[in-house]
């Protein structure tokens, strides 16, 4: 359309486990109709919905990984023979 000026292009980069990242500053309008803004220069946005701080990622889609326990002797449980 020629007498329409054009609008910047926004970078968006998908993540396979992760956020949407999207350069910015940046409007967000959600579902249910409320407005999130940022002035980032690059803002990562939850796509899992774990988020707390949804739409803005905050890693809640990273999973927790069970502490390895340390090598040593076992506790004795009731029972056991020695």
Do not use: K, Q
């Amino acid at each position: 359309m020629p007498n329409v000026p054009e609008r910047p292009r926004r970078r968006i980069t998908l993540t396979r486990d992760g956020p949407m990242l999207v350069e910015g500053p940046v409007e967000v309008v959600c579902d249910d109709g409320s407005v999130a803004v940022s002035d980032r220069f690059v803002v990562a946005l939850c796509t899992c919905r774990r988020s707390h701080d949804y739409p803005w990622c905050d890693t809640s889609h990273r999973r927790r990984a069970r502490p390895t326990p340390e090598p040593g002797p076992t506790p004795e449980r009731e029972g056991d023979v020695p």
